[in-house]
């Protein structure tokens, strides 16, 4: 069963740097073409793809934030974190992990249940 | 504004059909599959189509999708109150080098 759960601080102060923890079981990171992503979403808004690491250890980023993220595996074999830095009161959103088994458009098939990460002073 | 096109909401009423579009471009829709995400009220999007036409194991038949083109449809059937819910289409965007989203769709069974 595969299973995902964001983890870190509810609120952060503007400027400050986010760091937001996923713990995954059911599979492992180190398996080939298995990938872990983050996507956030505004209240009331779309989603937005963030960042993603493979199994090789490779790191994607969208574009319009890319210079604020890092994506890398924890220390722990069954964990990704994500820091943002500088964070702005527009960051106000929630924010998902999930898992990707790498393809040719293959798809977010799992997802965490979210965490809400306030921004404000 | 989000890349890819989705009417903000959509309503019919229960056990009818309704099809929500999502427009994109040459750069996504019109070389990449597309997925969608059903999002009921307070949870996390779920998957529920993904290469634009399979569903996931446990996700009911009523649920079709299709591509073509720069376009892509999500169509529900037989619709229950408890699909009410937000749905996103998404794809890789080429020019990007991303994964890109809809705006999303609120669906109202009347």
């Known amino acids: 069963q595969v299973t995902l759960r964001e983890s870190g601080p509810a609120l952060v102060k503007p400027t400050q740097t986010l760091t937001l923890t996923c713990t995954f079981s059911?599979?492992?990171?180190?398996?080939?073409?298995?990938?872990v992503a983050w996507i956030r979403q505004p209240p009331g808004k779309a989603l937005e793809w963030l960042a993603l690491i493979d199994w090789a250890g490779d790191k994607y980023y969208g574009a319009s934030l890319k210079t604020r993220l890092t994506i890398s595996k924890g220390t722990s074999k069954n964990r990704v974190v994500l820091t943002m830095t500088n964070m702005d009161p527009l960051d106000t959103a929630t924010y998902y992990c999930a898992r990707r088994i790498a393809a040719s458009g293959s798809p977010f098939d799992y997802w965490g249940q979210g965490i809400l990460v306030t921004v404000s002073s | 504004q989000s890349v890819l096109t989705q009417p903000p909401s959509v309503s019919e009423a229960p056990r009818q059909r309704v099809t929500i579009p999502c427009s994109g471009s040459s750069f996504n829709i019109g070389d990449n599959a597309v997925n969608w995400y059903q999002q009921l009220p307070g949870k996390a999007p779920k998957l529920l189509i993904y290469d634009d036409h399979l569903l996931p194991s446990g996700v009911s038949d009523r649920f079709s999708g299709s591509r073509s083109g720069t376009s892509a449809s999500l169509a529900i059937s037989g619709l229950q109150s408890e699909d009410e819910a937000n749905y996103y289409c998404?794809?890789?965007?080429?020019?990007?080098?991303?994964?890109?989203f809809g705006g999303g769709t609120k669906l109202t069974v009347l």
């Open positions: 998404s794809t890789w965007d080429d020019s990007l080098n991303g994964w890109v």
């Open positions: 059911g599979f492992s990171l180190t398996t080939n073409r298995m990938c």
